[in-house]
């Protein structure tokens, strides 16, 4: 069996020690590496690879339902079956955390420089400071919005949204440095607060709701799921990640939180995450208790 992608990296002592003691699919012809291949090949070409070992993984485990039948002789079938299969998992773990990384760093790339802002009368300026606003804030939501599946990409996905909301801080701060200097009411909280108010809407546009009817337009859609409850259970946590997603960097009062604004404006953002992620939970034991009481469910 030639698999590729998602090999482990040969950069090690135990690699080399490793070679040629074991059945191991040998390097193809063009001599690249596994990092080159994660690296340099198409993203497309990964995707085929994760749909690849999707494949596998559902063929294996549909031969350990059939072996389980038999009840005796199999244990050790059994054995490398699951073992092959956790094989399959991590691999397909490792390409689709390779095509997150590769994703985000192609956004930081595409963010832009800083912006320069000299007068406040000049139409032109202003036109490039409402562009990279509206550019930075786009950029925002796309990179929100990308899955990150481990807890590598999970802060490369934090720490590069920090970013892109701290270059929209400075354009707000440069506007009100220049509204200042011209004798204009300015206040130096507003870019911060600004900030804020950003985490707070997106707060809002994640809710079992909100997700159970994005899930719906997908192909597999509801087929993916045996119950209600499943289905549910898999909307709330998914919206608890998406709560975390856009919070994390708030729980950080050193590194993250602005020293001009109060600490209390901070804990009330977070008290309101958690507060949506208690309601998920509630909904949640709504529809098992009506399912156990044989009402309807809440979600069609």
């Known amino acids: 069996l030639q698999i590729r992608h998602g090999a482990p990296y040969d950069d090690d002592a135990d690699s080399a020690q490793f070679d040629g003691m074991a059945d191991t699919p040998q390097a193809s012809d063009d001599g690249c590496t596994a990092l080159q291949l994660d690296t340099f090949v198409g993203l497309d070409v990964l995707d085929r690879a994760v749909a690849e070992f999707d ?21 050790n079938v059994r054995f490398v079956i699951a073992m092959f299969v956790d094989a399959c998992r991590l ?22 420089s800083a912006l320069l802002l000299k007068d406040l009368h000049n139409e032109n300026e202003i036109k490039k400071l409402h562009d990279s606003n509206v550019h930075l804030s786009n950029m925002l939501t796309t990179v929100r919005q990308e899955k990150a ?14 970013c892109i909301e701290t270059k929209l801080q400075l354009n707000e ?5 220049l509204q200042a200097r011209s004798g204009q009411p300015a206040d130096v909280n507003v870019p911060a607060l600004r900030i804020l108010k950003e985490r707070w809407m997106a707060l809002k546009k994640f809710s079992i709701y909100s997700l159970y009817q994005e899930f719906q337009q997908r192909p597999s859609g509801r ?4 119950s209600d409850e499943e289905l549910l259970t898999y909307l709330a946590h998914s919206s608890d990640a998406k709560i975390d997603q ?3 960097a708030d729980r950080d009062k050193i590194v993250s939180r602005d020293a001009l604004i109060p600490h209390l404006c901070y804990d009330i953002l977070l008290e309101n995450a958690e507060l ?3 309601c ?5 034991k709504v529809l098992t208790l009506r399912q156990k009481g044989g009402g309807a469910a809440l979600v069609r």
Do not use: C, D
């Not at 691999?91 to 832009?112: C, M, Y």
């Not at 481990?150 to 934090?158: A, K, N």
């Open 223 to 226: 087929k993916s799921f045996n």
């Open 276 to 278: 949506r992620k208690m």
């Open 280 to 284: 998920n939970t509630y909904q949640l």
């Open 173 to 177: 701060t440069q506007q009100n440095l």
């Open 91 to 112: 691999r397909r773990e490792k390409i689709q955390n390779t095509i997150s990384a590769r994703q985000l760093s192609e956004h930081k790339r595409g963010i832009g």
């Open 55 to 75: 494949t596998l993984i559902g063929g294996a485990i549909a031969q350990l339902r059939e072996i389980k039948k038999r009840e005796k002789g199999t244990k």
């Open 149 to 162: 599946p481990t807890i590598f990409t999970r802060s490369l996905q934090e720490s590069l949204a920090e």
């Open 246 to 248: 856009i919070i994390n």
